[in-house]
């Protein structure tokens, strides 16, 4: 049974198409990466997934009373309001070890007093994460964890969220801004281009020479390669070109 | 050397005023947290016109304007999920437009019927026991619903969509600090009219912001802040011989300079 799934998923804002026909499924305890190129409707497709958005047609199925924690690209918080770190992470109704815990976890203890304001980029991304999982997710959904983090700290990071999955056996749905990089444990790939361009699976870094050469092996086993070639074409504006429509070839 | 006349003269308004302080502090907060300060001007004008649809059909005053406010928040809420034009150009025409209507209905009862000026500049001086009751009552009852949704008021306010995905009810909340601003809108004529209803909500909260470190913290300093503005404001109104709506406001108005000043 899965925990989410979408139907011929159709979304268009003022006649534009955003997303069309998109077929989608994650069960429990799987890591799924979406990618693609800016635009593509990355972060729309999640809001559909987790009820932000209504699509125009097709069916969005959750499970009844699925839990969701979703870390934002960014978040909305006026500076008209004071608000700690802390304070943040207990609005969520969590006991203060569970807090505790968490800082622990995500290396913010030293964040705690902070306001949430005058936190760096990713420092906020941890914040977001911890209070996402202080709600113990059936679902956590990661919209561009890693944007202006560098590769040593993306690999970090992925380390972090994949042991996630273990701690809470929560189904992980993650945008990536990286076309070919993702992570190692993600079971499938979604390539998106305002249609579903190919669903596939990674394959692990360890294996290219290239980018172990790179970044070396302790990054390598965090790290996965997404090898792809379309059966299409996109012009300038997302039409398809040469649409014969059989599947993405993997190396 | 007390006066104890002019005390006794004093207590209902400083009663009536610290009473509205008191909820105008939290509720202020979050008008500040949610950019709602042009939505409190609306409130207020949208108030006007409910005093004297409330004349005109003989009810009371207070929960006219509760209604016209409840009103137009309703139609500020149709026009945002129907209408391409931003926020605050629907509340221009919604503010103006009740504004306007508000004036027409004032000029066309008798003049004898209506205190316009009272209105639109308050008339702490003229509080009676009724009123009194009234703040205290509505006052209790919008501190009530805060303190009893608070996490999910104050999540909203942080971020719509985590809110949302977290199953708070966004939509409803939003409706729901719309009536409570409606309602302190309400009470709060007789202290500072419409004209300067907002800056009761805004100011406090404004100085409590730099003062503070959380949210709750910014809640409560925002109603210490109105307290001593109204007592203040009150003195200084028989001390000077000036407006007293004005006078509170100014005197709001100070304790954020001050603020200012606090690195």
Same mark, same amino acid.
């Given at each position: 049974m899965s925990l989410l799934s979408l139907q011929e998923v159709n979304l268009?804002?003022? /006649?534009?198409?955003?997303?069309?026909?998109?077929? %989608?499924? &994650?069960?429990?305890?799987?890591?799924?990466? #979406?990618?693609?190129?800016?635009?593509?409707?990355?972060?729309?497709?999640?809001?559909?997934?987790?009820g932000l958005l209504q699509p125009d047609s097709g069916q969005v199925k959750r499970q009844a009373d699925l839990r969701i924690g979703y870390v934002p690209q960014k978040l909305h918080l006026d500076r008209g309001m004071p608000l700690n770190v802390k304070r943040f992470l207990a609005l969520t109704g969590?006991?203060? /070890?569970?807090?505790?815990?968490?800082?622990?976890? %995500?290396? &913010?203890?030293?964040?705690?007093?902070?306001? #949430?304001h005058g936190l760096s980029g990713g420092e906020?991304?941890?914040?977001?994460?911890?209070?996402?999982?202080?709600?113990?997710?059936?679902?956590?959904?990661?919209?561009?964890?890693?944007?202006?983090?560098?590769?040593?700290?993306?690999?970090?990071?992925?380390?972090?969220?994949?042991?996630?999955?273990e701690q809470l056996n929560c189904a992980i749905i993650m945008v990536?801004?990286?076309?070919?990089?993702?992570?190692?444990?993600?079971?499938?790939v979604l390539c998106l281009n305002q249609h579903v361009c190919c669903h596939g699976e990674p394959e692990s870094v360890s294996r290219h020479p290239e980018y172990l050469r790179l970044f070396g092996g302790a990054v390598a086993e965090d790290l996965a390669v997404y090898t792809h070639h379309h059966d299409h074409q996109h012009d300038l504006h997302g039409n398809i070109l040469n649409a014969d429509h059989s599947a993405c070839s993997h190396d | 050397m007390i006066d104890f006349d002019l005390l006794q003269?004093?207590?209902?308004?400083?009663?009536?005023?610290?009473?509205i302080a008191l909820v105008a502090g939290p509720l202020g907060a979050f008008v500040v947290w949610r950019r709602m300060a042009y939505f409190g001007d609306t409130l207020a004008h949208s108030a006007l016109l409910g005093v004297a649809l409330g004349v005109i059909a003989d009810w009371n005053l207070t929960v006219s304007m509760m209604l016209a406010g409840v009103f137009i928040s309703l139609a500020l809420w149709q026009l945002q999920n129907r209408s391409p034009l931003a926020s605050d150009t629907l509340l221009g025409i919604l503010s103006h437009s009740a504004l306007a209507l508000g004036l027409v209905c004032v000029s066309l009862l008798s003049a004898k019927r209506i205190n316009l000026f009272g209105y639109l500049f308050g008339d702490l001086l003229t509080v009676g026991y009724a009123d009194i009751?009234?703040?205290?009552?509505?006052?209790?009852?919008?501190?009530?619903?805060l303190a009893y949704c608070w996490r999910p008021l104050v999540m909203a306010a942080i971020d719509e969509d985590l809110a949302r995905v977290e199953g708070y009810s966004v939509e409803k909340l939003r409706l729901l600090l719309m009536v409570l601003m409606a309602t302190v809108v309400a009470i709060s004529m007789?202290?500072?009219?419409?004209?300067?209803?907002?800056?009761?909500?805004i100011i406090p909260a404004a100085a409590a912001r730099r003062l503070t470190h959380s949210p709750e913290a910014m809640a409560i300093v925002a109603s210490m802040v109105g307290v001593l503005s109204v007592?203040?404001?009150?003195?200084?109104?028989?001390?000077?011989?000036?407006?007293?709506?004005?006078?509170?406001?100014?005197?709001?108005?100070?304790?954020?300079?001050?603020?200012?000043?606090k690195k």
């Open positions: 268009s804002f003022n /006649q534009r198409t955003v997303l069309s026909a998109i077929d %989608f499924s &994650i069960g429990e305890a799987e890591i799924c990466t #979406i990618i693609g190129p800016n635009g593509a409707g990355k972060s729309t497709l999640v809001k559909i997934m987790i969590a006991s203060k /070890q569970e807090v505790q815990a968490t800082f622990q976890q %995500f290396d &913010i203890k030293h964040l705690a007093t902070e306001q #949430i906020l991304q941890r914040v977001l994460l911890a209070r996402a999982v202080l709600r113990k997710p059936q679902l956590l959904v990661l919209d561009e964890p890693l944007q202006g983090v560098d590769v040593i700290g993306q690999a970090k990071l992925y380390r972090l969220i994949a042991s996630l999955r990536s801004h990286d076309l070919h990089l993702v992570m190692a444990q993600t079971d499938s | 003269l004093l207590l209902l308004p400083l009663l009536a005023g610290i009473g009751a009234v703040i205290y009552l509505a006052g209790a009852a919008c501190l009530a619903v007789k202290l500072v009219g419409v004209l300067l209803i907002t800056a009761l909500l007592i203040g404001g009150i003195f200084s109104s028989v001390l000077f011989d000036i407006p007293a709506g004005p006078a509170v406001v100014l005197t709001a108005a100070f304790v954020f300079m001050a603020s200012l000043i």
